[in-house]
C-alpha cells in the first residue's frame, strides 16, 4: 500500500502542479471572446483568477499532496496519536480541515448550480472540457479515494474545524471586498441576488462546507477506527 500511496500522491503533485501553470498561463479568453462576451470581463478584473475558489482549491490540493508525499516518505501512517510524526499530524489536520471539505463543496456546488442553471455560475467556454473536470470532478474523487484507501486519523478537535471556519470566513471577506474595488461580484448567481437572497446564499454555502467537514470525519472514522492515544507498540494499520 506504501508504494501505491506514495505513486498517488506523486501524480497528485504533477497533476494539480500543472493545473495550476496550465490555467495560470493558458485559460484566458481572447480579446475576441472578451469583446463579444462582456460577462467574461469580470474574469478579467482584479484580481484575476484569485477571487474564486476553484483556483484556491487548487492550491490547497496541490499543497496537500506535497505534504503527504512528504509523509509517505520519512512519515507515518497510523492511528495511536503517541506515533504519529509531526508531518502525519500536519496532513491529516490539513486534509480534516480544509482539504476533505472545500474538495467536496468545490465540485457538488459546481455540478449542482449547472444542473439547476448554467446562468448561475461562470462555466466559460474557453476553458477545454477536460480540463473543467481536473478543476471539479478529480477533487471530489480524491478525497473520497483518499479517505477510503489511505488510513487517516479524525481527531475532532475546534483547531480542525476553526480552520474550516477561519478559511470560510476569510473567503467571504475576500470576495466581498473584490466587489467592493470592481463593482462586479466575482460569481453570476451573487449578482442575480438581492442583498438578503445574497446574504442566505453566502450562509447556506457555509453550512454546506461545515456539513462536508463532518462527513469526512465520519468517512475516516467508519473506515479507520478512533484515534488512540495508547503508549503500546503495534504494527501501523496503514503500512
Not at 472578451?34 to 490547497?60: C, D, H, M, S
Not at 448567481?189 to 450562509?203: H, N, S
Request: proline share 5%; hydrophobic share 45%; glycine share 6%.
Amino acid at each position: 500500500m506504501t508504494l501505491i500511496q506514495t505513486a498517488v500522491h506523486t501524480v497528485g503533485v504533477a497533476l494539480f502542479g500543472y493545473s495550476l501553470y496550465y490555467d495560470l498561463l493558458y485559460v484566458h479568453p481572447s480579446p475576441e471572446l472578451l469583446a463579444e462576451k462582456k460577462r467574461f470581463q469580470v474574469a478579467k478584473l482584479w484580481p484575476g483568477k484569485w477571487k474564486y475558489l476553484t483556483i484556491w482549491n487548487v492550491v490547497l490540493q496541490l499543497a496537500y499532496h506535497v505534504i503527504a508525499l512528504l509523509n509517505d516518505l520519512v512519515g507515518s501512517s497510523e492511528l495511536n496519536t503517541k506515533r504519529q510524526t509531526f508531518l502525519q499530524k500536519l496532513r491529516d489536520g490539513y486534509f480534516a480541515s480544509w482539504v476533505f471539505p472545500t474538495g467536496m463543496f468545490v465540485c457538488v456546488a459546481f455540478w449542482v448550480l449547472c444542473f439547476v442553471d448554467k446562468g448561475m455560475i461562470d462555466q466559460p467556454e474557453y476553458v477545454p472540457h477536460w480540463y473543467n473536470h481536473v478543476l471539479h470532478t478529480v477533487p471530489l474523487l480524491h478525497v473520497l479515494m483518499e479517505s477510503f484507501f489511505f488510513l487517516h486519523s479524525h481527531q475532532s478537535s475546534p483547531l480542525t474545524f476553526g480552520m474550516l471556519l477561519f478559511g470560510y470566513s476569510c473567503y467571504v471577506v475576500w470576495i466581498v471586498w473584490v466587489n467592493q474595488i470592481n463593482n462586479a461580484w466575482p460569481y453570476p448567481v451573487l449578482e442575480i441576488l438581492g442583498p438578503m437572497e445574497r446574504a442566505i446564499f453566502i450562509a447556506a454555502g457555509g453550512l454546506t462546507l461545515f456539513s462536508f467537514y463532518f462527513l469526512g470525519e465520519a468517512l475516516i472514522k467508519w473506515r479507520w477506527g478512533e484515534v488512540t492515544h495508547s503508549k503500546s507498540k503495534g504494527k501501523s494499520k496503514g503500512r
